[in-house]
């Protein structure tokens, strides 16, 4: 059992409906002359859902115990993401719906973690970091590389994110794959 005070981003468990879910955004609150309240952000794993809600403290789950197994990304064709098993060179298919917000991060022969529940292929986890290659952003000024502004950038899995006024196109940056932020330039 886990208790609500416990949950960290990326723990799996049971909700009080019997549905499985993923912790994508937790807050723990407490205002004065009131009980603390823990917010949460979850994924449904079999539908892709999200749900916002929040629990008291002591409230108690039952933790789910998810292998994890090596995979391949090979493509994505519409509706279907195609995945290769490293271990048995199987070949899955992978509903596009259920992937939710890691398919902006796919790339050819990506190599992720299949997430098992019950020997069932249900989702996939991505590192924490990517390394992603600037394709479009509207260029700097010299001398804008003191200064906090952002600027929307194009990286080339089609993701959009804010990145420094410094950043031009072709350069790689390193973005947080849970927040979609900016991390740093990377430079080889």
Same mark, same amino acid.
Do not use: C
């Given at each position: 059992?886990?208790?609500?005070?416990?949950l960290?981003?990326?723990?799996?468990?049971e909700n009080?409906n019997g549905?499985?879910v993923?912790?994508i955004?937790?807050?723990?609150h407490?205002?004065?002359?009131?009980?603390a309240?823990?917010?949460v952000?979850l994924?449904?794993?079999e539908?892709?859902?999200i749900?916002? $809600?929040s629990?008291?403290?002591?409230?108690?789950f039952?933790? *789910? #115990?998810?292998?994890k197994? =090596?995979k391949t990304f090979l493509y994505?064709d519409?509706?279907?993401?195609h995945f290769?098993?490293d271990?048995?060179?199987e070949?899955?298919?992978?509903?596009?719906e259920k992937l939710g917000?890691?398919?902006?991060?796919?790339?050819?022969?990506m190599?992720?973690?299949?997430?098992?529940?019950?020997?069932?292929?249900f989702?996939?986890?991505l590192p924490?970091n990517?390394?992603?290659?600037? $394709?479009?952003t509207?260029p700097g000024?010299k001398?804008?590389? *003191? #200064?906090?502004?952002?600027? =929307?950038?194009t990286?080339s899995?089609?993701?959009?994110?804010k990145v420094?006024l410094f950043?031009k196109?072709g350069d790689?940056?390193?973005v947080?794959?849970r927040?979609?932020?900016y991390?740093?330039?990377?430079?080889?």
């Amino acid at each position: 059992m886990i208790l609500a005070v416990d949950l960290k981003n990326g723990n799996i468990f049971e909700n009080e409906n019997g549905q499985m879910v993923t912790v994508i955004n937790y807050q723990h609150h407490r205002k004065s002359q009131s009980r603390a309240v823990v917010r949460v952000k979850l994924r449904n794993l079999e539908t892709g859902s999200i749900i916002e $809600t929040s629990y008291r403290p002591e409230d108690k789950f039952k933790e *789910v #115990s998810v292998e994890k197994r =090596p995979k391949t990304f090979l493509y994505a064709d519409g509706k279907m993401a195609h995945f290769m098993d490293d271990q048995s060179y199987e070949q899955l298919e992978f509903p596009v719906e259920k992937l939710g917000d890691a398919l902006k991060f796919l790339t050819e022969n990506m190599k992720v973690e299949g997430l098992y529940l019950n020997e069932k292929f249900f989702n996939i986890e991505l590192p924490a970091n990517l390394v992603l290659e600037v $394709t479009s952003t509207v260029p700097g000024v010299k001398g804008d590389t *003191v #200064s906090n502004m952002m600027k =929307p950038a194009t990286l080339s899995t089609g993701l959009e994110i804010k990145v420094p006024l410094f950043i031009k196109e072709g350069d790689k940056v390193r973005v947080d794959t849970r927040t979609f932020e900016y991390v740093e330039r990377v430079t080889q």
